[in-house]
């Protein structure tokens, strides 16, 4: 009885490359779509962070007097800086601030935005009926504003860019503008604002 040799059969060269391009190819796309899910995600996140740091800082403002709101010392030091009560003990911490050291200028929602810039202004809206000393014939100097940085140029404090000493003599309603860009994930530049009208009625704390 004479036994046929049998051959063991594979796969030919271009069988091989074949098959290693296609799963070349679906990898690449399965990592592509991995990559588009995460920078959503990451951009839902800096939105929502956007969102919760704007309303921080417009809640401070509406919690107090309308001639605190008006006071550029007060605003620079009461509102746009982190004073916690000593009471109860232990003093509650800063927030955390992009790891600079003035984390006492920040707010508790901001980390997730990267290059942070932040300006706020406070501008007459509504003249007084008897203002003292009459509002600037330029009502773009009729205003108090703050800018802050927190990239890696910047110091992370609150920096004086105009001032007005007599907004709460000069107008019955005040105008707050709240506005922040930042850097998302994917490299592109995001910017939220928010404002708000504040009248003498509002007597704060």
């Given at each position: ?9 594979g ?29 959503s ?11 919760m ?54 707010t ?48 992370g ?8 000493d ?8 005040l ?19 928010l404002?708000?009208i ?8």
């Amino acid at each position: 009885m004479v036994k046929k040799k049998t051959h063991a059969q594979g796969f030919t060269l271009a069988e091989v490359l074949l098959a290693v391009a296609v799963t070349a190819i679906f990898a690449a796309a399965a990592y592509e779509t991995n990559k588009r899910m995460l920078l959503s995600l990451m951009a839902q996140r800096e939105t929502t962070a956007a969102s919760m740091m704007l309303q921080e800082r417009m809640e401070k403002f509406r919690a107090r007097a309308y001639s605190e709101i008006a006071d550029k010392n007060f605003v620079k030091n009461s509102i746009l800086t982190f004073n916690p009560s000593a009471s109860p003990s232990p003093t509650p911490a800063f927030p955390p601030n992009h790891g600079k050291s003035q984390g006492k200028y920040a707010t508790w929602s901001e980390d997730p935005l990267n290059n942070l810039q932040e300006t706020v202004t406070v501008s007459g809206y509504q003249a007084a009926t008897s203002p003292s000393p009459s509002p600037s014939a330029t009502p773009s100097d009729n205003y108090n504003q703050w800018t802050r940085d927190t990239s890696s140029s910047g110091d992370g404090q609150p920096q004086e860019q105009n001032h007005d000493d007599n907004l709460v003599t000069q107008f019955d309603l005040l105008k707050v503008d709240v506005s922040i860009t930042w850097t998302s994930a994917n490299g592109r530049s995001r910017t939220r604002d928010l404002s708000a009208i504040f009248g003498k009625g509002n007597i704060g704390p």
